[in-house]
């Protein structure tokens, strides 16, 4: 236990910068983008009825959409963008509105319990930073201004697991990879992505939601695995000073 503790000590001396993965690192996702396809199809029952299957058709429809065009998965409100001309055709008038319904809705997560206060207290010690695959945008969510960095792979046009995506990071930060941990719930995505990168990992299992897909059960490649972030202010502490 002692061996193992100092091990970690050894590992996260020099980090000055803790990068967080969004969903089902932060918040839970699925209730999310429930809520904000469900947003879209009453607005879509309402003014195009025609185009409408029940909504688990066309959820699995989306998703077959999606599957079949790799070359955006960087760039989710494309692709939900190219979803809705090819389902409402590409001059309709409902294309822009939908996609502003989804988007706002999709930033309307709710953060688990530990992340405000955890956030608040680690900004006294490191930069923050946000760094997502998806189309949440931080500044319209209730985590607006607890980063000091945000990126989106839709941005930086890579994601995550490339090692391009964390290197764009890290320039745009001015930090160099070993001295920023990334925490994260994937790991592909965020343990392997950050690992290869030469940063630091931590992987974090969070409960899972109803309906969700299961973690993964082993990340061996992580520097560290954690159940809450109050687990990463405690491996942490002793760094403080
Ligand atoms: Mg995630």
Known sequence: MAGKKKMWHKTMQGVRAISFDLDDTLWPTLP??????????RY????????????????????????????????????????????????SPHVAPALEILLRWRSRVVPFA???????QLRLHYT?????????????TPLR???????????????????QAFALMLERIGLPAHAVLHVGDNVVDDVQGARDAGLKSAWIQRPLNAGALAPSDSAPEADLTIHTLHDLVHALGEHHG
Request: proline share 5%.
């Open 145 to 163: 201004d607890r980063f000091d960095f945000n990126f989106r792979s839709q941005e930086l046009g890579v994601r995550k697991p490339e090692t």
């Open 44 to 91: 879509l029952e309402q003014h195009c009825p025609e185009v409408l299957t029940d909504p688990g058709e066309l959820r699995a429809q989306g998703a077959a959409f999606f599957a079949a065009h790799p070359a955006l998965a960087h760039d989710l409100t494309a692709l939900r963008r190219l979803w809705f001309e090819h389902l409402l055709g590409a001059d």
């Open 114 to 120: 530990d992340v405000v206060p955890v956030l608040r």
């Open 128 to 140: 923050l930073i946000s760094f997502t695959n998806g189309n949440a945008e931080v500044q319209a």
């Open 32 to 41: 999310t983008l429930l809520r904000a396809e469900a947003a879209v199809y």
